[in-house]
């Protein structure tokens, strides 16, 4: 008791140095500095004396005790009491009995007698060892508890651990550990097999079956038991990424909690609502002894403060009840690159034609940024032949965003035919003039070469003077080059009137001269061509068809029609009245 403000109780450790191991306040009865010393009487209770009111009071200590046995099982003394007379004497016989319950081991025993009497002297207390032998059948079952730390790497003994030792007929028995851990017990050969149980605070239970022990020999059991703590891992300690601009990526983190207990985690970030920095899930419960849980760090490079280039600094801290690293630290370090511009063009191109033609080339043009919009400057190389570009720059344009435009070449007449022109093409990007996409136009000249074919027929109604007679003429360009200039000449049968056709021909005589223009490769071209005969004859359609270019087989330019009018024109009189 400590004589002070409030009074106040230490629990004191004897077997080490008396240091404190606790302390409780008396709140009843007893003010400022009223201690003045205590007591336990049999049954553990506390009697405290309270200086300040001369009284003694008593409270429970929380102990069980039976502090004022003084009995022996095993040693019994006859007679108890006696009254002896001035120079006599009386003998005392002390009886050891090692068949009593409380010997239950081999071993030594120890006790004293003691004197109460009424002389003026000391009479000393007379030691009394009793060795009770191992029986032949026994043998000793020993060994050490250990209680294996941390994570399983910091063994140390476990004290005061109870070991029960039950045999294989039914018998039970319980051992503490000693300071160092060490229990040991002498058994009985035939109750073998054994099964021995450990169980301690904070610790899980230890247990060992089929256990044989024999006669004067010791068997050795030890006992690792798995602290009931939690132990979290997680791997890797530190995470570095580097990532685009606006660009978010997740990194796996391994979360491992190794030890015998389960438990609870929570993330947070540091500095705290830092928002590029997140984990998924925040919170959750690691089972005992469980494998890698995997946990999502996201990193956003478009959350302010990291939405611009340069290098960021964070950490992802993890609380649990993990007892040595209640809060563990990874440290988070990101760098932020700039988004870099980038422009495509469609590939190389060759396109032929005929001299005097114009050549038009079509390319796409694609803004391959990373996630920048951005416009694009065109410009065209050194060229002999006219060219020209159908827009000076294209844009804006967003990300992977396409657009068109045109080249056009001009292939100057006389140009002979296999002579060609090449042409750079550029577009550059304005957000970072170093990023430039070229293609290559070739222009190839090609002789003007056209097989020009033509084909007509005749339709008619009544086949009588008058009635309408239609030559439709058909031309075709079977190539293999188109011709830039295409004349039709018919020439119609003579005798007839009101002569009509649906390409503007022009008539001259007889001769009807119809200007066709280009004709492109495969074309084919279609002249209806209608007269109505005078009399009845028969009727001879000749016409040609003609082109700039050469023609590898004329013999096809030509057609010839007939057709025999001789029919009858009924005339009935008008009659007037």
């Not at 760090?297 to 993890?318: E, H, M, Q, R, W």
């Not at 033609?357 to 920048?372: C, F, I, K, P, W």
């Amino acid at each position: 008791m400590v004589n002070e403000s409030p009074t106040r109780v230490l629990v004191l450790d004897a077997s080490n140095h008396y240091t404190t191991i606790g302390q409780f306040s008396i709140s009843q009865g007893f003010n400022a500095y009223a201690g003045a010393g205590m007591e336990f009487d049999c049954t553990g209770n506390l009697w405290a004396v309270d200086q300040n009111t001369n009284t003694v009071s008593q409270f429970t200590s929380g102990e069980n005790a039976r502090l004022c046995h003084r009995d022996v099982a095993w040693l019994n003394v006859t007679p108890i009491s006696a009254t002896l007379s001035a120079l006599t004497h009386q003998v005392i016989q002390a009886t050891l009995d090692a068949s009593v319950p409380a010997v239950d081991q081999p071993g030594i025993y120890q006790a004293q007698l003691k004197f109460r009497q009424d002389t003026p002297y000391i009479v000393p207390n007379i030691p009394v060892t009793m060795i009770v032998n191992v029986p032949p059948a026994w043998g000793k079952l020993a060994g050490k508890v250990t209680n294996l730390g941390y994570c399983d790497t910091n063994p140390a003994p476990i004290s005061d651990a109870t070991v029960r030792i039950e045999s294989s007929l039914g018998l039970t028995s319980t051992v503490k550990t000693d300071s160092q851990g060490y229990y040991q017990r002498w058994l009985d050969s035939a109750g073998s097999p054994y099964t021995v149980t450990v169980s301690a605070p904070e610790v899980a239970q230890g247990m060992a079956n089929g256990l044989f022990v024999s006669s004067g020999v010791t068997t050795t059991q030890n006992f690792n038991l798995r602290w009931m703590m939690p132990c979290v891992k997680l791997d890797p300690h530190q995470i570095s990424v580097s990532v685009k601009q606006g660009i978010s990526t997740t990194v796996p983190l391994s979360m491992t909690n190794l030890g015998a207990a389960p438990t609870w985690y929570q993330w947070t970030q540091d500095p705290p609502g830092a928002a590029w920095l997140s984990s998924s899930p925040v919170t959750g419960t690691l089972a005992a002894n469980t494998g890698s849980q995997v946990i999502g760090v996201t990193i956003d490079s478009s959350k302010p403060p990291a939405d611009k280039p340069g290098n960021y600094f964070g950490a992802l801290i993890l609380r649990s009840a993990d007892p040595t690293m209640k809060d563990i630290g990874i440290g988070v370090e990101l760098t932020v690159v700039p988004l870099s511009y980038g422009v495509k063009l469609s590939g190389d191109q060759t396109l032929r034609d005929i001299p005097g033609e114009t050549v038009r080339y079509t390319l796409t043009l694609t803004n391959a940024s990373e996630g920048q919009t951005d416009s694009f400057a065109l410009s065209l190389g050194p060229h002999i032949w006219p060219a020209h570009l159908s827009q000076g720059t294209v844009g804006p344009l967003v990300q992977n965003q396409t657009a068109e435009f045109q080249v056009n070449v001009e292939i100057p007449p006389g140009t002979l035919g296999g002579e060609h022109d090449s042409i750079l093409v550029r577009a550059v990007s304005l957000g970072d003039p170093t990023k430039v996409a070229t293609a290559t136009l070739t222009t190839v000249a090609d002789t003007p070469v056209s097989d020009l074919e033509l084909s007509q027929n005749v339709s008619a109604g009544a086949l009588i003077p008058g009635d309408p007679l239609t030559y439709t003429l058909v031309i075709t360009n079977h190539g293999p080059t188109k011709t830039p200039r295409v004349t039709l000449v018919d020439v119609l049968p003579s005798d007839f009137y009101n002569e009509t056709n649906d390409s503007g021909c022009s008539l001259s005589g007889y001769v009807l001269a119809c200007e066709l223009g280009k004709m492109l490769v495969g074309e084919v071209r279609i002249v209806h061509v209608q007269i109505r005969p005078m009399r009845n004859a028969l009727l001879v359609n000749q016409a040609v068809v003609v082109g700039d270019a050469f023609d590898p087989d004329q013999a096809n330019n030509w057609a010839t029609t007939q057709i025999l009018i001789k029919g009858f024109l009924n005339i009935l009189p008008v009659i007037y009245r």
